[in-house]
C-alpha cells in the first residue's frame, strides 16, 4: 500500500533543475535507499517526502494517517537530513528529552534507550558542543529513532560512523525495517543499501529509476 506518492514533481533552484518530472512511490512497510552524484537531488528528494520543500508543479501526498491532527505536519516521521539539530550546552540525553517533551510519546526510559542502541551512553554529561562527528551522527540518529515513526528518512546514516558502529545501526535498522518501520536512506555505498534495502532509487540529472535489490 502507498503512504507516499510523488506525482510528476520537478524543482528548479535559481533556473537550476533538480528534479524534472519525477514520479515515485513509497510503499508501506518497504526500505528504499537513495543514491546518485553528489548534487544530484538526493537530499532534496528526502526533504520533498515529508513536505519540508515542495515541488514548483507535481504533487507529494503523504497519507493521512502520518499526518497530525491538523494535517499539516509530518507526524509520524523520524527525520536526520542535514545533521543533528541539537542544544549544543546539553547532554545527549538532554536534548533527547527536549525533543521527547514536545509530543510526551516517549519517557526518560525510552529515550535512555534509544541513545543506548545507537551507541551513546545515556548516563553521560558531556555536552554535545565538544562530541565527535561520529557522537554527533549518533544523535542525529536518536532523535529520528525516538517516538518509533513508521517512516524513517535518512540522509546518509552512517556518515563519520566507526566499522562497528555502522555494524550496529545496520542491525538496528534492519530490524526495524523487519517490524514494518518504512525506511528512505541516501547513502553512496551499493554495500549499505544491500544490507538494509528492498529497493534502490537512482537519481541522476534530475530523473529517478527505482529497481529492486536482487
Ligand atoms: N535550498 C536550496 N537553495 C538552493 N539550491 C539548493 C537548495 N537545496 C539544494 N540545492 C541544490 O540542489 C542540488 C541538489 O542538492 P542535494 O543536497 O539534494 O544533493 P545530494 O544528491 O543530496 O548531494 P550529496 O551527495 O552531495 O549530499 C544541489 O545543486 C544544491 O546546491
Known sequence: MSIIDVRNA???FKGQT????VSLTIERGRSYGLCG??????????QMLCGLIAPDTGSVSIDSSLLSADRTFPDRFGISINGPAYLAGLSAIDNLLDL??????????DCEAVLDDVGLDPRSRQRVRTFSLGMKQKLALAQAFIESPEVLLLDEPFNALDEESVQNITTLLRAKSESGTTIVMTSHHRSEIDAICDSIITINGGKIRA????
Open 100 to 109: 521527547a517533551a514536545i509530543r510526551k510519546r516517549d519517557t526518560r526510559a
Open 211 to 214: 529497481d529492486t535489490v536482487a
Open 10 to 12: 520537478s524543482k528548479s
Open 37 to 46: 552524484p553528489n548534487g544530484s537531488g538526493k537530499s532534496v528528494l528526502l
Open 18 to 21: 533538480v528534479l524534472a518530472d
